[in-house]
Structure formats: C-alpha cells, structure tokens
C-alpha cells in the first residue's frame, strides 16, 4: 500500500509540477537536432521557472527510484540536476546491484545470442580453424551493437534506455556505444562415439557508454512529456551562484551526465555440428 500511494504521489507531482510549458522560451539556444516539442532544450526566461522544474524533477525522479530501489540511477540522476559547468568526464558504474541488472536483461541476452548466431551464419562460408581462438572483431561483430534497454524499472532502462548520443550546451556531440567484447573457437568432441563440432563463445564483456539527457531525447508523452521538457531545458539555462558559478563561469541548472557501465557477459557454448553436414550433404 505505501508503494502504490508512493506512485500516486509521483503522478500527482507529475501532473501538477510541470505546467510551465512554453512560455520563457528563448531562441538563442537553437540545437543540431529535431525538436519533439518547440520549447524542447531552450532556455526558461525566468529563474523561478527553472527552480520549479528542477525541484519537481527532483522530487518526481526520487519517487521513481525510491520505489524501484534504483540508487545507482539516483546517484547519476543527482549529478545531473546538480547545476554546474558542462563536464565531458565519463562516472563510472560500479554497483553491483545495477551491473547484474545490464547483464541479466532480456535485451543483453538477446544482443548476445544476436552475436552467437552471426558466428554460426558464417561458419559453412568461412569456417575458422578448429582449436583457434579469435576475437570476436575478426568477425566484425560487437561493435556498436543496438541494444536498447525497455523497462524503466530497472536501472538500464531508466538511465540508458535506446542509442541516440547527447549534445552538450557547448555543442560537442557525443554518440551512446554498446560494444560487446569476447573471443571465439571452434571445437571437436567425441560424445558416445561421435564427433562433435561446439562452438565456444568465451571472455565476453560489455561496455556501455551513454548519459542521462534531453538534448535530444526522448520526451516520451502524456504527463511524463512535461517533466522531460523541462528538464531538457535545464541543460540550457544559465545558472549562477557566488561560489563556483560566478560571473565568469558558464554553469548550467542540469549537466547531461556521462556515464560508462562494463560488466562480464556469461560464456555461451553451442553445438554447431548441424552447420557442417548441411553443408556436406549440400555439396554431394
């Protein structure tokens, strides 16, 4: 019961935080990339605006993680409404809780089995030498793979969610990577009297480069549109304080913040013998 009233508080606040909408846009922070919305990554006019949206953000994000039990996503999301200069510096992930959740995902798994079946397509044109290993780049597989994580309840699809890149207030464009890394072999076995060919797909490991942003982003719909427009227009409001952003300091309310995520994938071990006599029978 007080996970649900949780949620509704979260909906309340989504409803009721966000309604500065367009008014105070400015046209001085033209971007690179389509709009979703017109007002999306423009400065708000007034600061009373952005402390509003801010402090929404805020409160809406820490409901969200706090039922969700997501600390990791609320640690990268903290650093992303604490106002400051532009920072081009990767944070890396290291919870053990929030690794387990990028590897274990369905989409990982998929991204993988992806890998596996592109070893077995090419093995009956250009089949490796047995008892080899190679690296999975010889293959020309894992790099820049598409993985896009779905459910927001977790931490990947709450910070990383699909590829796109983020561009920052000083106009550097940064694309999101997923890369999986690993080697490959092919093997004989001899089970009950009879050869086998297995396919080993070992040491594999998977590295995320990406950032919580707007700028582009997904705006989503419905209630949840409003928190990320103002959001997105954070990252282009000027903020000042009289410590670390003076006068002479270009500080923002909202700092996409980078973040790199690497974790071991399991070892993936095939029987592959099918490929071989499909091949032999096709060349009969």
């Excluded at 949780?6 to 909906?11: E, V």
């Excluded at 995520?261 to 060349?283: E, H, M, R």
């Amino acid at each position: 019961m007080r996970d649900n009233r949780r949620l509704q508080s979260a909906r309340a606040l989504i409803a009721a935080g966000f309604l500065v909408g367009v008014p105070g846009a400015t046209a001085n922070a033209a971007s690179t990339f389509p709009r979703q919305d017109p007002a999306q990554c423009t400065a708000f006019g007034k600061a009373v605006d952005a402390r509003k949206a801010a402090d929404t953000g805020k409160s809406v994000i820490g409901l969200w993680t706090g039922i969700h039990d997501l600390p990791e996503a609320q640690n990268i999301y903290d650093t992303y409404l604490t106002p400051g200069p532009v920072t081009h510096t990767y944070t890396e992930i290291r919870s053990t809780k929030a690794l387990a959740e990028f590897r274990n995902a369905a989409e990982t798994k998929k991204a993988v089995a992806g890998i596996v079946n592109g070893l077995k397509s090419g093995l009956t044109s250009a089949p490796p030498a047995f008892g080899k290993t190679y690296d999975l780049k010889t293959a020309g597989l894992g790099a820049d793979v598409p993985i896009a994580w779905n459910d927001v309840e977790t931490t990947p699809g709450f910070i990383a969610g699909g590829r796109s890149g983020v561009e920052l207030a000083d106009r550097t464009f940064l694309p999101d990577r997923r890369t999986i890394t690993g080697n490959y072999s092919l093997v004989r076995t001899v089970s009950h009297g009879k050869t086998k060919a297995i396919l080993h797909v070992r040491g594999l490991k998977l590295d995320v480069h990406d950032s919580v942003d707007f700028c582009p982003g997904n705006l989503g719909s419905g209630l949840v549109r409003g928190v990320s427009l103002g959001l997105s227009r954070l990252e282009r409001t000027l903020y000042r304080d009289t410590k670390r952003c003076g006068p002479g300091a270009k500080c923002f309310y909202a700092r996409p913040a980078l973040f790199e995520a690497t974790t071991p994938l399991n070892d993936v071990s095939v029987d592959v013998t099918g490929a071989f006599s499909a091949k032999a029978g096709a060349t009969r």
